[in-house]
């Protein structure tokens, strides 16, 4: 079990987290630039008072480079997963796009983590090192926006206390919340606390 | 007394090997003037160019006097040199008698030679070739546009190699030819040259224990470009130089890092350069050429990533 597994599950139920948004330079190059900005980001989610989703915005990224992406990605989450009094920060990537995929995902599979997020054409992402069966959980949350495990069990037509398992390890990860007995989806946290808005800008639902 | 290093007529990846061994006997006793002699050059790459720089160097620091330069005779590279930005960048470098700015000439290179020194030089390299990258390798050497976004992150992570593990200043340029005889393709050739600790003696600390007696300029090469190996404790680390082989990999590129006596390479079907090699003349630092060949239509494009 990893010191991230051994930590409470968080809990969203109610939580109504404060969702702090980062737009991310143009230039992501260089491990100094990277650092600055790792720097400056944790500094936001340290000073937060409560639950936080910290969003990172990639919509204006125009290039990142593999050093900087081990900075500004994966030792920011890495840090702010691994510090106490953090346990309810969770972080969202926006606007992904397939060139920025490379070096961020790679940077955050060297360290084994990952994060969620969604693409610049507003389709939910899982960014780094995640296993099959917990990938296809999270998918399955992610269609739902919130449920239950017997819910997601029926939808993966898997037993529920093996989806159950699946889903506190995608929750213990942050990749989803857990909110009572039911698992919630970042995009839907977010869409809550935006007032019906997608992460994207969109409505929930519609045709 | 003065010692001359005679440069060869070609002044590419063998021509810079000529002028290694040339440097190293003339700095043999570690005094006296050097003096290179370029007269004679009648074509040189940009690996030629920025090895001229590393050798002098080198001269310098062994000898502690500034080496001095007798300028190509041919009227043809002496404009290219200009072009290239050489001798600014030679100032810092060799005695010239005058001083020299920068071409004010249209250039035709995709990157003139530039110092790496710091983190700002490495953004302004990749600010810099952004227009004329796009250029190059979409419309002359038929890529598609992710590959002007994945050459700049080639590049970023080259000259950062030299400011993270050479712990000394370097240069980079980058252009265009026709690979006539060779490939019968255009291609863009990168030039990153520094003259510092070198793989052996970054990664020494961490990993020459692990190889024992058998620890070399090669193994350190190995473990760098094969295994992902940094000199840091940090899983992050040792990515960048992984992720460059991949990108040449998939534009069926080739890649050369000469540091020590060694030199590793990822050789394409194209070229029959040795995949290793040892026992080439000892000179500090770390040299890397990068070739990107134009694209043919049977290269695919890599497909989506489904999540």
Redesign the interface.
């Known amino acids: 079990m990893s010191a991230d597994e051994a930590r409470e599950t968080p809990r969203a139920g109610g939580l109504q987290p404060e969702v702090s948004e980062t737009s991310l330079y143009s230039y992501l190059v260089t491990r100094h630039t990277g650092r600055a900005v790792r720097m400056s980001i944790r500094e936001q989610i340290v000073a937060s008072d409560g639950p936080l989703v910290a969003v990172l915005d990639f919509r204006n990224v125009a290039v990142i480079d593999f050093s900087c992406a081990d900075e500004v990605v994966a030792k920011l989450v890495d840090e702010i997963r691994s510090r106490d009094g953090l346990e309810e920060t969770w972080f969202f990537f926006r606007g992904l796009e397939e060139h920025h995929l490379d070096p961020v995902e790679s940077a955050l599979v060297r360290r084994t983590l990952a994060v969620a997020g969604e693409s610049a054409g507003g389709d939910p992402m899982l960014v780094g090192a995640v296993e099959g069966d917990d990938r296809a959980a999270w998918r399955t949350v992610q269609r739902l926006g919130r449920a239950g495990a017997s819910d997601v069990a029926g939808e993966m037509e898997r037993a529920v206390e093996e989806v159950r398992g699946l889903l506190d390890r995608l929750t213990r990860r942050r990749l989803v919340m857990a909110d009572r007995r039911h698992y919630v989806s970042l995009r839907r946290t977010l869409s809550d606390t935006s007032g019906g808005q997608q992460p994207d800008g969109r409505e929930e639902g519609g045709p | 007394m003065s010692r001359v290093v005679s440069v060869p007529s070609v002044l590419d990846q063998d021509g810079f090997e000529e002028i290694v061994e040339e440097t190293n006997r003339a700095t043999e006793a570690g005094d006296g003037r050097v003096i290179y002699d370029t007269r004679r050059v009648r074509w040189v790459s940009p690996y030629g160019l920025v090895g001229l720089l590393a050798a002098g160097k080198v001269a310098r620091e062994r000898t502690g006097l500034a080496p001095s330069i007798e300028r190509p005779e041919s009227k043809d590279v002496r404009s290219y040199v200009e072009r290239m930005d050489f001798w600014p960048n030679a100032a810092e470098v060799f005695d010239l008698p005058e001083r020299s700015g920068r071409s004010h000439r249209e250039s035709d290179a995709l990157l003139e030679i530039t110092p790496i020194r710091s983190?700002r030089d490495?953004?302004q390299v990749?600010?810099r070739v952004r227009d004329r990258a796009s250029a190059i390798l979409q419309k002359k050497l038929g890529h598609p546009k992710?590959s002007v976004?994945?050459f700049?992150?080639m590049l970023?992570?080259v000259c950062?190699n030299v400011?993270?593990h050479a712990q000394a200043d370097g240069w980079v340029c980058a252009q265009t030819y026709y690979w006539k005889e060779r490939l019968g393709r255009d291609v863009v050739v990168l030039a990153v040259m520094d003259v510092g600790v070198g793989f052996q003696g970054s990664l020494a600390k961490e990993h020459a224990r692990r190889y024992g007696d058998r620890w070399s300029a090669l193994k350190a090469l190995e473990a760098a470009f094969l295994e992902g190996e940094s000199r840091f404790h940090d899983?992050?680390?040792g990515?960048?130089l992984q992720?460059i082989r991949r990108q040449v990999d998939r534009w069926n590129g080739e890649i050369r890092i000469r540091s020590g006596d060694a030199s590793i390479a990822r050789v394409p079907e194209w070229d029959d350069i040795p995949g290793t090699e040892e026992g080439l003349p000892e000179f500090p630092g770390a040299q890397v050429l990068i070739v990107i060949p134009a694209r043919e239509e049977r290269d695919g494009e890599g497909g989506?990533?489904e999540?």
Do not use: K
Request: no cysteine; aromatic share 0%; proline share 8%.
């Open positions: 983190h490495v953004h990749v600010e992710p976004i994945q700049s992150v970023s992570e950062q400011l993270e899983p992050g680390r990515q960048g992720a989506g990533r999540r």
